[in-house]
């Protein structure tokens, strides 16, 4: 969906969802009327706003690099930190393009509205923007901020842990990021002009790079599935990957197929998915092992980014390795955890 507020789109799509046990059964059934249905399951939908405020452009100060601790809740990975009086933690999430604050926190600020969020199951409420004096997560710290707001609390019900906000890529843009969920944690690097590290970190030969897009403050990669290049965004907030239901049926049949449910957003909508496990993605050349992913419609999502989206990446993409990404070189690097230590 998206919103226009003067001349500023807000763009909102975060999904996050609890996967059972799986329940194996052929590929090509990718509609097969005999999959078995799961009873309804809980989705949070998350927002993806266009970043238009003016972030401190070296937050780690005189720091050459700098770790942030990850703590992980289910398929979530939280970074804790303080904004002004309060302390709580942060979902990182590369498909939020910016800060966006719990309202539950921060109803006291003077905010002015600018629309309303939504994702896949519809409308999830209004949103506003906000003023901030301070933010510090580890060694990073952000000044005089702008920042979204609106209410997180059906993230914070389901994990049972207090949610202040996401924090966005566009945070670090101005950072290599290197992203280690099996380590449980985020390493960040100053960079030049030309996107080389300062310090004397070394960070050797990648197993796999490709070409890494910014479109609409979002992380876009082209990946290959059943022979087909297709554009799928970065999200280290959702919990599964996900591939667009409109695909070829040459991309679909590669998926070996599971079950079907329903998705319940924060609202009353419902929307019928179904689940099962990827085999035949790869970049370029190199073949990734099989993943789990949900297959529903994200005509919505590719209609409010103005752009088509495949599909999106999450936790079970992440998890095949330590993804570097630097935006000054528009590249992604990744080293594969091997298979003996998987």
Not at 222 to 227: D, P
Not at 280 to 291: H, K, L, P, V
């Amino acid at each position: 969906m998206s919103y226009r507020v003067g001349s500023r789109s807000v763009k909102w799509l975060i999904l996050t969802v609890a996967l059972l046990s799986p329940i194996i059964f052929p590929a090509h059934e990718t509609f097969a009327t005999d999959i078995p249905r799961i009873p309804d399951q809980s989705v949070s939908h998350r927002i993806s706003f266009v970043a238009f405020n003016n972030y401190a452009s070296d937050p780690m100060g005189t720091l050459e690099s700098v770790v942030v601790p990850l703590k992980r809740v289910g398929k979530l990975f939280l970074i804790e930190a303080r904004v002004d009086d309060e302390t709580g933690n942060f979902v990182f999430d590369t498909g939020s393009s910016r800060l966006v604050l719990n309202k539950t926190y921060f109803r006291n600020y003077r905010a002015s509205e600018s629309g309303v969020s939504g994702g896949v199951t519809g409308n999830t409420g209004a949103v506003g923007h906000i003023r901030i004096k301070r933010v510090d997560i580890a060694n990073l710290g952000y000044d005089n901020l702008e920042a979204d707001v609106t209410n997180l609390g059906h993230i914070e019900n389901r994990r049972g842990v207090k949610i202040l906000g996401l924090f966005g890529f566009s945070m670090l843009k101005n950072l290599e990021v290197v992203i280690d969920l099996n380590h449980s944690e985020l390493r960040l690097f100053r960079i030049d002009k030309n996107g080389n590290r300062i310090s004397a970190s070394r960070r050797g030969k990648f197993d796999i790079i490709q070409k890494v897009e910014q479109l609409q403050d979002v992380l876009f990669v082209q990946a290959k599935i059943g022979g087909k290049v297709l554009d799928f965004c970065l999200d280290t907030g959702a919990e599964s990957n996900v591939l667009n239901s409109f695909s070829s049926k040459k991309v679909l049949s590669t998926v070996s197929i599971q079950r079907r449910s329903s998705l319940v957003g924060a609202g009353a909508t419902r929307v019928e998915v179904l689940y099962g496990v990827m085999n035949d993605f790869s970049f370029g050349e190199t073949q990734i092992g099989e993943m789990q992913t949900i297959i529903t419609s994200l005509e919505s999502m590719s209609e409010s980014y103005g752009v088509p989206i495949d599909g999106m990446l999450g936790y079970d993409f992440f998890c095949k390795g330590e993804v570097c990404i630097n935006m000054v070189k528009k590249e992604l690097g990744i080293w594969l955890v091997k298979k003996e230590a998987q």
